[in-house]
């Protein structure tokens, strides 16, 4: 069993849909949880940083950390066909420096 | 500003040949990471360096992978005669000191027949 855990869809939604993708990891002593997005042929960039638990919005975004639940989510409110690309959840533990990836979902945008 | 540059972007080896990839790092970026990411997975870590020193080489594969960054800025990803399984996209990343993020390159395609 991988330690990050992401169901690698396809999704497909239309057009001002509220996307939600979610991961689930088992240890529990990562701290650092990050959303990145990755298009075809291009590297990873990252969307949304979030240290421990909570929620944290930026624009059409939020993540939200449940820390008890070993579980993360990132939603994308008034989707748009450019967000249409590979979302990666990521974790770090604490004093570490290497990222740990989930296997990343596919998203699709239909006009 | 220039981000995160690698090369070759694409790499045809037979198998059992040496390669080299190459990673050009943001300019000022203490940490680099690669990554090796297979078709339809995530990234996996592989190994960091903080300026010169490789202070984290636990996800190397194999005793056929060895990276370095000797002036603390380029940084070189050798493989040794390479294998099928190597087939992947390396990815480089770079960091600021003291910072999250972390920006990734394009990635080089490595495909090994």
């Known amino acids: 069993q991988k330690e990050v855990e992401q169901d690698p869809g396809p999704l497909s939604v239309p057009e001002g849909a509220i996307v939600s993708l979610n991961c689930t990891y088992s240890?529990?002593?990562?701290?650092?949880f990050m959303w990145y997005r990755q298009y075809s042929r291009k590297g990873p960039e990252l969307l949304m940083y979030?240290?421990?638990?909570g929620n944290k919005e930026d624009g059409r975004f939020t993540a939200q950390v449940d820390k008890s639940s070993k579980y993360i989510s990132l939603f994308i409110r008034d989707s748009q066909p450019s967000d249409s690309a590979t979302y990666l959840c990521a974790m770090r533990l604490q004093g570490a420096q290497k990222l740990v990836f989930g296997q990343g979902t596919r998203l699709t945008i239909n006009p | 500003g220039a981000g995160v540059s690698q090369s070759p972007r694409y790499k045809v080896a037979k198998r059992g040949q040496d390669v080299a990839l190459r990673c050009d790092p943001i300019s000022g970026h203490v940490s680099l990471f690669w990554y090796q990411q297979a078709l339809g997975q995530g990234p996996e870590f592989l190994t960091y360096?903080?300026?010169?020193?490789?202070?984290?080489k636990s996800g190397l594969p194999s005793d056929r992978f060895f990276a370095e960054r000797p002036e603390g800025s380029v940084s070189t990803l050798k493989i040794q005669r390479t294998q099928q399984e190597d087939s992947a996209v390396y990815l480089c990343?770079?960091?600021?000191?003291?910072?999250?993020?972390?920006?990734f390159g394009p990635g080089t395609r490595l495909l090994v027949l």
């Open positions: 979030t240290y421990s638990s």
């Open positions: 990343a770079s960091r600021l000191g003291g910072r999250e993020t972390q920006y």
């Open positions: 360096f903080q300026n010169e020193a490789q202070l984290d």
């Open positions: 240890n529990s002593a990562f701290q650092y």
